[in-house]
């Protein structure tokens, strides 16, 4: 994973400060930075944390992988799983863990796979979604 660099400037326009006030942190040690050159190097977790942003906030969130497979599906029960899970992905969406649904259709096994990878509770619902479609 490569992190974010930020050069004085970018660090001060983030901040909303001057350049120069950015450089006068730096150099009395309240603002970590690493010196490339002549220039100044700022980490963007080293930025937020000085900006008092909590590093919570930029964690990774969890992600599930699901595959399911359906067979002897027919053309109804695939419009309608179709129908169902491509607007259960397009809903409100989270930006920062968004749900992403893919479907795999054999028509000469007639199976169909679907594939969902999103937050947990995100893929459970589209799991609860499947089997509500395959009872009905």
Do not use: W
């Amino acid at each position: 994973m490569t992190e974010q660099l930020f050069s004085v400037e970018a660090a001060a326009e983030r901040l909303q400060l001057h350049a120069r006030t950015v450089l006068r942190f730096i150099r009395e040690g309240r603002l970590r930075a690493t010196k490339v050159g002549k220039q100044y190097r700022i980490l963007g977790t080293d930025l937020d944390a000085f900006a008092g942003i909590s590093v919570a906030q930029t964690l990774p969130q969890a992600r599930v992988t699901a595959v399911v497979d359906v067979p002897d599906v027919d053309e109804r029960l695939l419009r309608s799983l179709t129908a169902t899970l491509m607007g259960a992905a397009a809903g409100p969406a989270r930006r920062d863990n968004p749900l992403s649904v893919n479907l795999a259709h054999d028509p000469v096994h007639r199976t169909l796979k679907v594939i969902a990878v999103g937050a947990p509770s995100d893929v459970a619902g589209l799991l609860g979604l499947v089997d509500s479609c395959l009872e009905g």
